[in-house]
């Protein structure tokens, strides 16, 4: 398989505040990976789709300016979510693609105060 | 991409082979049967993958229909660290892909 690492892997702030979290791919390059949410007791809804050196797609209801997507390297994808509110508490998971097949992160657990 | 139905839950005896079913009756030509599992709390994890001809890895064997209209994960022998969501999604694979994940088949694995 494939090595996918996020950090942090849980991470707690308050109101109003950015967190950023990373993305990376430890033993291979990508030139794309994907940014995924999910709320407890519910499958993963892709947010975007990052891509190395251009911006990111966003599905449909996601908002780009509240979640910044910066896919700077073929091993690192960031995800910004901008002034954070309580509902944006969820369980963020990141993939990558090596040889056509997905290979995800271990996820961060954000907790928005 | 093709929807996929799966049952919401299943249970296994532990040591014994776990079936775990997926209907894609609109599968396209070009579209992989993938099969992920999520053990909670975690980020999902690559099982398999096959396009028309049966799969079989280290984890698992993928069983797909001639008409490709289902499937079947076979883990040989199950244990209690089995116990996960199983998801099985199609796609067309390639570099920009993306996969929908649906609600999946939970499966206990029971002492």
């Known amino acids: 398989g494939a090595v996918v690492s996020q950090h942090p892997s849980w991470v707690i702030c308050k109101s109003g505040t950015s967190v950023k979290i990373e993305c990376r791919s430890l033993d291979f390059q990508a030139t794309t990976m994907f940014w995924y949410r999910q709320f407890p007791k519910q499958s993963l809804m892709l947010m975007a789709t990052?891509?190395?050196?251009?911006?990111?797609?966003?599905e449909q209801g996601v908002e780009k300016d509240k979640f910044l997507i910066n896919h700077a390297s073929l091993t690192l994808s960031t995800l910004t979510v901008t002034s954070a509110h309580p509902e944006d508490s969820s369980f963020y998971i990141c993939?990558?693609?090596?040889?056509?097949?997905?290979?995800f992160g271990p996820g961060t657990r954000l907790l928005v105060l | 991409d093709a929807k996929t139905t799966q049952p919401p839950s299943m249970d296994c005896a532990e040591g014994r082979a776990a079936n775990l079913p997926c209907n894609h009756s609109t599968i396209s030509g070009n579209e992989y049967v993938y099969w992920y599992r999520q053990i909670h709390s975690q980020g999902p994890q690559y099982i398999i993958h096959?396009?028309?001809n049966n799969e079989t890895n280290e984890m698992a064997s993928l069983i797909i229909t001639e008409d490709r209209k289902s499937s079947t994960l076979i883990l040989p022998h199950a244990t209690l660290r089995d116990t996960a969501v199983y998801y099985c999604i199609v796609g067309s694979g390639g570099s920009n892909y993306k996969l929908t994940f649906g609600k999946g088949t939970l499966l206990t694995v029971n002492p």
């Open positions: 993939s990558a693609i090596k040889q056509e097949t997905q290979y």
């Open positions: 096959g396009l028309k």
């Open positions: 990052s891509n190395e050196g251009s911006k990111a797609t966003y």
